[in-house]
């Protein structure tokens, strides 16, 4: 089976790089130029040719969707170069496939929050993000690593022009290469944060992991925090800082 692209701008910019075996071509977004130690071929080839997405009716998942699920979340495909791959295997002898990259990572379409100082919270683990994060990165360099050093950012970002909506992420970014930034708690309402309660539970996972480590793969790893960055009112240390600026 050979894919072809349509030869336009937009698909170019996600599928600039191919990788060609004797009769299958895939295309990868250019990021995976700098994976290629962690990318078995002959595993995309399998995906692909040997489990087939053919022979299911439409009301039954074809057996390589989670494949490619799998594919897209380990090597960090983009949502709409996802999109436009699955239009070329339905254009190929695939129409049962779906159109969105949403069905095939099964996105939760609704998310339960709970109000934390004044505002709706959704807390994520950082020890499952941690993970789901290193397992993305190339193995030979997940197990040479020794000590894991990460930072944090908290600060206010306002959704809309005509209404006091905003967001409160907390993002941690790990510091490998290349980084990786993922949110470890969304915090949305109509105004700041009352106080520091919405970053109680990430205080506790970080904690934790300060103590403990990382138990993955077999391997502890120590988790280092290199800094937090945040505006000039230092929120998340509840102390106000008053900026003078000396003239010379």
């Known amino acids: 089976m050979v894919i072809s692209l349509p030869s336009n701008d937009v698909v170019a910019s996600f599928f600039k790089d191919q990788l060609m075996t004797n009769n299958l071509v895939i295309f990868l977004p250019p990021h995976h130029v700098l994976a290629t130690s962690v990318l078995d071929v002959r595993h995309i080839v399998s995906l692909f040719l040997g489990r087939s997405c053919g022979g299911k009716s439409f009301s039954e998942e074809p057996p390589c969707i989670s494949d490619l699920a799998t594919w897209t979340s380990e090597f960090q495909v983009k949502h709409n170069a996802v999109e436009i791959l699955l239009k070329l295997l339905q254009s190929h002898g695939h129409p049962q496939l779906p159109s969105t990259a949403r069905t ?96 109680e539970n990430t205080v506790k996972d970080l904690a934790e992991i300060l103590a403990n480590g990382l138990n993955y793969r077999g391997r502890n790893i120590k988790v280092k925090v290199r800094g937090f960055v945040c505006d000039a009112k230092a929120m998340i240390k509840n102390t106000k800082c008053f900026l003078r600026v000396l003239w010379v």
């Not at 934390?116 to 030979?140: I, V």
């Not at 908290?154 to 490998?176: I, T």
Request: hydrophobic share 40%; glycine share 6%.
């Open 104 to 199: 095939v990572l099964k996105t939760a379409k609704e998310l339960k929050t709970v109000e934390k100082s004044g505002m709706q919270s959704l807390h994520y683990s950082l020890k499952e993000m941690l993970f789901e994060t290193l397992n993305r990165y190339p193995a030979q360099l997940v197990h040479d690593l020794e000590t894991l050093e990460v930072s944090f950012n908290v600060d206010g970002l306002p959704l809309f022009k005509s209404s006091g909506k905003s967001m409160w992420p907390v993002l941690c970014v790990v510091l490998l290469s290349p980084g990786t930034i993922f949110p470890s708690k969304l915090t949305c309402g109509m105004k700041k944060p009352t106080d520091l309660a919405f970053l």
